[in-house]
């Protein structure tokens, strides 16, 4: 990914610090705290099409431009891991026209830009109950998480037919099953080896949440990886979210103090340490 930036890493604690100099434009410089792990709600894509009259569908497509920006960006400010909600659990009660028009949408971006994240050093990974999905796109999952499986750049995984509670009941039978086979005992189950079986286990926690389109809830997605994230609601709809709204949330993100339960004078003690 071709990187806009030059930029010098500054002490390391939970994030990145990273302070970055536009070489070429004054909007793009970017001071402060970076999140190793963004995950995002996009929302608004339906609003956004209906205020232009034009089919949800488009509000989608739109989307993927978002989607594309947000990515860059991320490599740039050097995020590490970004999670994306694609499609929830529920939304296969939509329209059965507009679900099929989505999946549609999906093996389109799949093919079109598998090749492009390889190039630049993405990790692909899809995340939730993929087994509902067509043979087709099921193939096409494997096909781009395969071509950039080796990739060390940014880890982008999109949660497709995804539900937190979900991925808390697959991580439980998982346990179960260990225990059941007697390689795990019931007293050993405890919340560090629960989240070894989560979806996500091998990325941290994600430091930043968003959600975009105006609402102000978690809507069922990682609702055991969220505990402790900075969460960041804006009213920007989704395929208007691009470099500058992001930042937005990246500069809120800066001016947080995470406290993990401490108190806020340990905390600044600690920095200080
Ligand atoms: C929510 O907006 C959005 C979705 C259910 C689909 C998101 C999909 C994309 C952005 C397409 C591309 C994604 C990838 C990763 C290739 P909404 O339809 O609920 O909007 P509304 O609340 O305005 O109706």
């Known amino acids: 990914m071709r990187s806009l930036f030059k930029f010098r890493r500054g002490p390391s604690g939970n994030s990145q610090k990273i302070t970055m100099m536009a070489e070429d434009k004054q909007k793009d410089e970017y001071h402060g705290t970076v999140p190793r792990h963004v995950a995002i709600i996009m929302d608004g894509n339906g609003r956004w099409a209906k205020k232009r009259l034009m089919p949800r569908i488009a509000g989608h497509r739109a989307g993927v431009d978002s989607v594309r920006a947000v990515v860059q960006r991320c490599g740039e400010v050097g995020v ?3 999670t994306l909600f694609a499609f929830s659990s529920e ?3 939509r329209p059965e026209s507009e679900v099929g028009l989505l999946m549609e949408l999906f093996l389109v971006a799949l093919q079109r830009e598998s090749k492009k994240l390889d190039q630049n050093n993405v990790r692909l990974r899809v995340i939730g109950d993929r087994s509902r999905f067509s043979e087709k796109l099921q193939q096409e999952i494997v096909n781009a998480e395969c071509l950039t499986a080796d990739n060390s750049g940014l880890v982008l995984s999109v949660a497709a037919n995804y539900g937190g509670r979900w991925d808390i009941a697959q991580a439980a039978r998982q346990v179960a ?3 059941k086979a007697g390689s795990i005992e019931p ?3 405890d919340e560090t080896l629960l989240g070894q079986y989560m979806t996500l286990a091998a990325l941290p ?7 975009t389109g105006g609402e102000q809830r978690i809507s069922n997605f990682l609702l ?3 505990a402790y994230s900075e969460l960041f609601f804006t009213d920007t709809l989704w395929p208007d979210f691009k470099q500058d709204a992001f930042d937005l949330a990246l500069q809120s993100f800066t001016s947080r103090q995470r406290r993990f339960g401490r108190t806020g004078d ?3 003690e600690n920095k200080r340490a």
């Open 224 to 226: 055991w990886q969220l």
């Open 91 to 93: 939304n296969w009660r």
């Open 80 to 82: 590490s891991a970004l």
């Open 187 to 189: 007293a050993a189950v």
């Open 205 to 211: 926690e994600p430091d930043l949440f968003i959600r």
């Open 177 to 179: 099953e260990q225990v």
């Open 266 to 268: 340990q905390v600044e």
